[in-house]
């Protein structure tokens, strides 16, 4: 999702972040580990990326080298063209985070009260910002609780309140750590449209990580996946949805034999397999190029097919897809 018209971009302008040989080694010596390691992307503004990769890749020692909360070793960070290390203020005027799952908001204020004592330290008067809370109270279905103390809301509630809390001054980069951790289907799913709204609203680039892949699909229009320190893919979410090459299929076949069933399990590995009304509904994954093999070693293994239905990989599987080829 691009927030500004891509048509319209101005590609004069800074990119919202640049990292630029990132690197950064922890302990010395025999204990030494290479967190982060010559990692440099962009992210122009208006952009919505995910990091993703596995526990210790370096996405925490990324983000808290932008946010300027970890000094790398090596690599320069740019926000707003502004490099961090040398005019640190200006260029986290308008970056806020929320990190490690929730921000601390004061659960004895209100929802409102929040908003202004966050606007405040971002550098706000909260008096003029006063009808932007109440935008962000209404596109986060939060406007009716806003004289409520936090302590008293839903951890769903909370969890807005947070994101309300980093939204609250005028911020342009924002960086979301985890948004929908905890939350039950329904909260992370009113979350994540809620999210995709503002962000389409205010033009907000946004770094988000998460293990939650819906969030991902939903939300962001690139994802960064990082692995051992360093970037193994930087792609844009549909187009790393088309290049996975492994694929899931749902056969349905009439009366299969036991027999026929334990001969095709030993080619592929079969799922979900359930039976009902004498037929037999099963999953599999097969790489695109030996589709062709599966038609011929279902008609060989004597089970007739009544349908079969490809299921749009998540990105959890590709994650693994891509990570485990990395790794081998
Ligand atoms: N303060 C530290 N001291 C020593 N090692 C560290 C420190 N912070 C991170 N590391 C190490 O650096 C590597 C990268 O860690 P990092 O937290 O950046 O990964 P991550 O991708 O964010 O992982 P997770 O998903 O578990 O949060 C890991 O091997 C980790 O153990």
Redesign the pocket.
């Given at each position: 999702m691009e927030a500004t018209s891509t048509a319209d971009r101005d590609t004069t302008i800074d990119p919202a972040i640049e990292v630029d040989g990132l690197t950064k080694t922890?302990?010395s010596s025999d204990d030494s580990?290479v967190?982060v390691e010559d990692v440099s992307f962009t992210i122009h503004p208006g952009s919505v990326v995910g990091v993703l990769?596995p526990?210790?890749?370096?996405?925490?020692?990324t983000i808290k080298s932008i946010l300027g909360l970890i000094r790398p070793d090596k690599g320069t960070v740019y926000i707003d063209g502004v490099n961090i290390a040398e005019r640190p203020q200006e260029a986290f005027s308008r970056v806020d985070a929320m990190l490690e799952g929730a921000r601390n908001d004061y659960w004895r204020l209100t929802i409102r009260e929040n908003l202004r004592y966050f606007a405040t330290i971002g550098g706000d008067n909260p008096d003029v910002v006063a009808d932007r809370h109440d935008r962000l109270l209404n596109k986060l279905d939060l406007a009716e609780k806003a004289d409520e103390p936090v302590r008293d809301l839903s951890r769903g509630m909370k969890q807005k309140v947070s994101l309300a809390s980093v939204l609250a001054s005028d911020v342009s980069v924002a960086f979301l750590d985890e948004p929908t951790l905890g939350l039950d289907i329904e909260s992370s799913l009113t979350l994540r449209q809620e999210l995709g709204r503002i962000v389409e609203d205010r033009g907000l680039t946004v770094v988000l990580s998460s293990h939650d892949m819906d969030v991902i699909e939903d939300v962001c229009d690139r994802v960064i996946i990082?692995n051992d320190?360093q970037i193994i893919v930087d792609n844009e979410v549909e187009e790393l949805l088309e290049k996975v090459e492994t694929q899931r299929y749902r056969i349905t076949v009439r009366e299969a034999s036991q027999k026929a069933m334990s001969t095709l399990d030993g080619r592929y590995q079969i799922t979900n397999c359930e039976r009902f009304d004498k037929r037999t509904r099963f999953e599999l994954t097969a790489t695109n190029e030996i589709f062709y093999q599966l038609t011929r070693d279902l008609e060989q293994a004597d089970l007739t097919l009544d349908t079969i239905e490809t299921i749009q990989p998540d990105l959890e599987e590709i994650f693994l897809e891509i990570t485990e080829e990395d790794t081998s």
């Open positions: 922890f302990g580990v967190a990769g526990n210790g890749a370096g996405k925490t020692t990082m320190g």
